[in-house]
């Protein structure tokens, strides 16, 4: 019944939906058509090879032969930064294996060698301050005057405070060439470490050779640090400190090393057990 009632209008219903779909159809914007690309191969340059007669290490500038290889240049070091350990510096000692052949001195001294290139193994930080202070205390300088004597001992005190162990070889060098000295810059030193050996030692050896007085400080502070790191120093005490203390505590008469620079050599030796 309503198919016949509505028979005309429900054709002309159908026949616009299919016209509006028609037109819809043709105004869409047609698709893209797919590209497919081939890959391209690329040819590897081949080397061109060293003029007749030339070294094979070179390598070309342009067209230009130059002997030796390419120079590399190493990126700018990382700079320091207060409180803190310098990049890449070791924070542990880690001694280079030693070869049971290997003559014992030399093994001893190449590992002095290593400890004074890796001064923060045993802790400590670097310091800007620090490093303004040890300008301001090297060279080391005999004291003028009073006054000089206690800005010195000021500038030390301070450098001590900062615990950079670059300290150790500042104190003893004002000790000894310059006019410093007491108990609390000996403890500084046995604070810092095995960082502070070798610039005592060099002080050791010098007195070996030239005679004479030094500091008691180079033998109390040796003696103060070689016992509370016996393990870390290892042949450095056994073949470098002993025999050197031995040399001057031979010199019973003080014809050579004044008094009591013998005598102080043997207490060491007695604090390090001989």
Request: include cysteine; charged fraction near 20%.
């Amino acid at each position: 019944m309503f198919f016949r009632k509505n028979w005309v209008p429900i054709p002309l219903f159908v026949l616009a939906m299919v016209g509006v779909g028609l037109y819809y159809l043709q105004t869409r914007s047609p698709k893209p058509p797919i590209k497919i690309y081939k890959p391209v191969e690329v040819e590897e340059p081949v080397a061109k090879p060293p003029p007749p007669g030339a070294s094979p290490n070179g390598h070309w500038h342009g067209d230009e032969w130059h002997e030796g290889p390419h120079e590399t240049h190493d990126p700018p070091a990382v700079p320091a930064v207060s409180g803190s350990v310098p990049p890449g510096a070791a924070t542990k000692p880690d001694f280079p294996p030693v070869d049971a052949n290997d003559d014992p001195v030399a093994a001893a001294y190449k590992r002095l060698d290593y400890i004074s290139k890796n001064p923060y193994a045993w802790g400590g930080v670097h310091s800007e301050r620090a490093t303004g202070l040890i300008a301001q205390l090297m060279p080391p300088q005999k004291s003028r005057d009073h006054d000089h004597g206690d800005e010195v001992h000021d500038y030390l005190v301070e450098l001590i405070a900062q615990g950079d162990p670059r300290a150790g070889e500042v104190i003893i060098a004002n000790i000894c060439d310059g006019s410093v000295d007491g108990n609390m810059l000996i403890d500084a030193l046995v604070v810092i470490g095995p960082p502070a050996v070798p610039y005592i030692l060099h002080y050791l050896e010098e007195f070996v050779r030239q005679g004479g007085t030094t500091s008691i400080s180079v033998f109390w502070s040796l003696g103060g640090i070689s016992t509370q790191y016996r393990d870390d120093l290892g042949g450095i005490v056994d073949h470098i400190i002993i025999p050197k203390l031995e040399v001057i505590a031979a010199d019973e008469d003080g014809g050579f090393y004044d008094h009591p620079m013998p005598q102080d050599a043997r207490k060491t030796l007695s604090l390090l057990g001989q």
